[in-house]
Protein backbone atom coordinates (compact mmCIF):
# COMPACT_ATOMS: atom_id res chain seq x y z
CA UNK A 1 0.00 0.00 0.00
CA UNK A 2 1.25 3.40 -1.20
CA UNK A 3 2.05 6.03 1.57
CA UNK A 4 -0.27 8.81 -0.07
CA UNK A 5 1.47 11.43 2.03
CA UNK A 6 5.28 10.53 1.74
CA UNK A 7 4.23 9.79 -1.99
CA UNK A 8 3.32 13.60 -2.37
CA UNK A 9 6.16 14.91 -0.37
CA UNK A 10 8.63 12.84 -2.81
CA UNK A 11 6.64 14.26 -5.62
CA UNK A 12 7.21 17.38 -4.86
CA UNK A 13 10.96 17.50 -3.48
CA UNK A 14 11.43 15.61 -6.68
CA UNK A 15 10.12 18.45 -8.99
CA UNK A 16 12.02 20.75 -6.95
CA UNK A 17 15.25 18.85 -7.73
CA UNK A 18 14.11 18.54 -11.65
CA UNK A 19 14.06 22.38 -11.81
CA UNK A 20 17.29 22.66 -9.71
CA UNK A 21 19.06 20.26 -12.14
CA UNK A 22 17.32 22.82 -15.41
CA UNK A 23 14.38 21.25 -16.11
CA UNK A 24 10.92 22.60 -16.80
CA UNK A 25 8.54 20.25 -14.94
CA UNK A 26 4.89 20.65 -16.72
CA UNK A 27 2.61 18.34 -14.98
CA UNK A 28 2.01 16.59 -11.18
CA UNK A 29 0.13 13.31 -11.40
CA UNK A 30 -0.78 13.38 -14.41
CA UNK A 31 -3.40 10.95 -15.37
CA UNK A 32 -5.58 10.50 -18.08
CA UNK A 33 -9.06 11.03 -17.49
CA UNK A 34 -11.07 7.54 -15.64
CA UNK A 35 -7.60 6.20 -14.82
CA UNK A 36 -6.63 5.71 -11.39
CA UNK A 37 -2.96 5.31 -12.74
CA UNK A 38 -0.64 8.35 -12.91
CA UNK A 39 2.66 9.19 -14.26
CA UNK A 40 4.49 11.23 -11.45
CA UNK A 41 6.08 13.91 -12.85
CA UNK A 42 6.35 14.93 -16.75
CA UNK A 43 8.90 17.36 -17.73
CA UNK A 44 11.12 18.66 -20.54
CA UNK A 45 14.96 18.76 -19.92
CA UNK A 46 16.38 20.85 -23.08
CA UNK A 47 14.37 19.38 -26.38
CA UNK A 48 13.63 16.24 -24.05
CA UNK A 49 10.10 15.49 -22.93
CA UNK A 50 10.58 13.46 -19.72
CA UNK A 51 8.01 10.89 -18.04
CA UNK A 52 9.67 10.42 -14.28
CA UNK A 53 8.57 7.63 -12.31
CA UNK A 54 8.91 8.57 -8.34
CA UNK A 55 9.81 6.15 -5.80
CA UNK A 56 9.87 6.99 -1.87
CA UNK A 57 10.92 4.10 1.05
CA UNK A 58 10.66 5.64 4.86
CA UNK A 59 13.85 4.76 7.06
CA UNK A 60 16.84 3.28 6.17
CA UNK A 61 15.92 -0.11 4.54
CA UNK A 62 17.32 1.08 1.05
CA UNK A 63 15.92 2.32 -2.40
CA UNK A 64 12.84 1.21 -3.56
CA UNK A 65 14.12 -1.21 -6.45
CA UNK A 66 13.74 0.21 -9.37
CA UNK A 67 12.46 -3.01 -10.88
CA UNK A 68 9.11 -1.87 -9.11
CA UNK A 69 8.18 0.83 -11.69
CA UNK A 70 6.00 -0.66 -14.29
CA UNK A 71 7.32 0.12 -17.96
CA UNK A 72 4.41 -1.08 -19.44
CA UNK A 73 2.10 1.03 -18.03
CA UNK A 74 4.54 4.04 -18.20
CA UNK A 75 4.56 3.83 -21.51
CA UNK A 76 1.25 3.53 -22.15
CA UNK A 77 0.51 6.40 -20.23
CA UNK A 78 3.02 8.45 -21.36
CA UNK A 79 1.24 7.38 -24.94
CA UNK A 80 -1.96 8.32 -23.63
CA UNK A 81 -0.39 11.94 -22.82
CA UNK A 82 1.08 12.38 -26.02
CA UNK A 83 -2.28 11.71 -27.89
CA UNK A 84 -3.95 13.92 -25.54
CA UNK A 85 -1.37 16.99 -26.18
CA UNK A 86 -0.59 19.17 -28.87
CA UNK A 87 3.11 19.03 -29.03
CA UNK A 88 6.10 18.80 -31.62
CA UNK A 89 5.69 15.56 -34.14
CA UNK A 90 9.42 14.90 -33.51
CA UNK A 91 9.46 15.08 -30.00
CA UNK A 92 12.11 13.08 -28.54
CA UNK A 93 11.04 11.37 -25.16
CA UNK A 94 12.84 9.53 -22.09
CA UNK A 95 11.85 7.50 -19.13
CA UNK A 96 13.63 8.55 -15.91
CA UNK A 97 12.89 7.12 -12.35
CA UNK A 98 13.73 9.54 -9.24
CA UNK A 99 13.67 7.45 -5.96
CA UNK A 100 14.26 8.21 -2.47
CA UNK A 101 15.11 7.14 0.69
CA UNK A 102 13.85 9.37 3.35
CA UNK A 103 16.25 9.16 6.43
CA UNK A 104 14.62 11.78 8.52
CA UNK A 105 11.52 14.31 8.36
CA UNK A 106 13.45 17.14 6.83
CA UNK A 107 15.79 14.71 5.06
CA UNK A 108 16.44 12.36 1.97
CA UNK A 109 18.88 11.09 -0.11
CA UNK A 110 17.65 11.06 -4.06
CA UNK A 111 18.66 7.93 -6.63
CA UNK A 112 18.07 9.65 -10.36
CA UNK A 113 18.49 6.98 -13.01
CA UNK A 114 18.30 8.99 -16.26
CA UNK A 115 16.72 7.03 -19.28
CA UNK A 116 15.92 4.03 -16.84
CA UNK A 117 14.74 2.00 -19.87
CA UNK A 118 17.47 2.00 -22.05
CA UNK A 119 19.02 -1.18 -22.45
CA UNK A 120 23.28 -1.04 -22.24
CA UNK A 121 24.72 -2.84 -25.64
Known amino acids: ?3 NNLFEKA ?5 RYCELKGYEVVEQNWSPEGSEESIPLIAYEDDTLVF ?6 NGLDGFVPESETDRET ?9 AQ ?3 ESNVEIRFDIISLMVV ?9 HINAF ?4
Open 11 to 15: VKASA
Open 74 to 82: MEILAAKYL
Open 118 to 121: SVAA
Open 85 to 87: TDL
Open 1 to 3: MKD
Open 104 to 112: REDRAMLKH
Open 52 to 57: IDVKAR
